[in-house]
C-alpha cells in the first residue's frame, strides 16, 4: 500500500455528517428508481447508476465551489446532484425533455452545466479526464483558484489518456484532482481480469502525481482526502490522484444478466455500505436520533417524487431544434 489516507482526519461529523447522510440518501433514491424508469421506458438510451458509491461524489464536492469544474463519466448523475444539479432539471435530462440541463439532447450520458461547473458526463471512456485537465491548465492561466475533478472508473484507468493527463498536470503542477472509483467491474470485466497490476495509484506515482488509495465506502475518508488534495491545488501544488475503493450494487445498466459475478458476491458488498456506515456513526455519536433519520429518508422520498412529476410533466424538444445547439458561439 502506499497511504490509505490523504490527510489527518478533519471531517467533523456534527458539521458535515447529517448533511453528508442527507446527500447519499437522495442520491441513493433517484439512482435506485432509475431500472425502473428504464423499463416503463421513459428512458432512451442506457443509464447507468451508482448506487453503492454515493460516498465518492459527496465526499468530494463538498469541498467545491461552483465556479471549480468536474468532469464526469457514463456514470456521472451522482457526481452532478453532489455538485448542485437539480434534481428535477437531471432527471428530465435522462428522460430526454426539454427542462434538463442539455434541452433534453444529451441523455444521462451528456448532462452539461456551465453555471455549476459541469463540463459534461461522457460516454466516452476516458474522454472527461483530457477536459478535466484543460479546465485546471484554463483556471490555472487566469489565476483563479479554481480547481478541475476528474471522475473515471478503473476501467477508464486502462487509457491511454490517463497517462498524458498525469503528465501534462505534473509538469505543469495543474490544479487537478484524478478521481478513480475502482467499483470493481468494467462493463461485465471483472478488475483483476483487467489490470495485472492491483495498485491503480502506483500508475499516477510513476508520473509524478501524488496518490493515495482511499476507502470510497466511507464519505469521512473520502471527505479529509479530497479536502487535502483540493486544498493543495488551490495552493499551487498541483494535482493529487485518489483512487476509492468502493462498488456497484446494480448491473452495469438496465437489462445487465449480471452473469459475471454472483449474488453473495453482492450482498457481502453491503456490509460496507456508505450509508449504513455513516448513519450508524451519527446515531452511535448521539447528532442523529431514529426520528431525525426517518425524516431524512421521507424528505429524500419527496424529493425525488417531485423531481419525477417534474420530468414526466416536460415536454420533448421540438423536432425543428435537433440541429441548433450543435457549435458553440465564439
Ligand atoms: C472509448 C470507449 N470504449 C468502450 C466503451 C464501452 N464502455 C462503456 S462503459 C464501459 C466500462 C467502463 O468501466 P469503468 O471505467 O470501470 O466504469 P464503470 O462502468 O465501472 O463505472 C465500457 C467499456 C466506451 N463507451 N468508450
Redo the contacts with the bound molecule.
Sequence with gaps: MIDTSAAAPTFDLARQGRESLAEMITIREFESRLPAYAKQGLIRGST?P?VG?EAIAVGVSQHLTATDSIAS???GHAHCIAKGADLGRTLAEIFGRRDGYCGGKGGSMHIASAELGILGTN?????GIGLAVGAALSAQLAESGDVAVAY????????GVLAEAFNLAAIWRLPVIFIC???????S?T?DEMIAQPMVSKRGEAYGVPSYDVDGMDVAAVSDAAAAAISAARAGNGPTFLVADTY?YLG??ADDTEIYRTREAVEAAHARDPIARLTKRLIDGAVLDDAELEQIHQDAVRAVDAAYAFADASPFPAVGTAFTDVEASA
Design positions: 447507468h451508482s458509491m463519466n457514463h456514470r460516454g466516452i471512456v476516458g474522454a473515471f472508473g478503473d476501467g477508464a484507468s486502462n487509457q472509483e475502482n467499483n470493481h467491474f468494467a462493463q470485466a478488475f456497484r452495469h445498466m
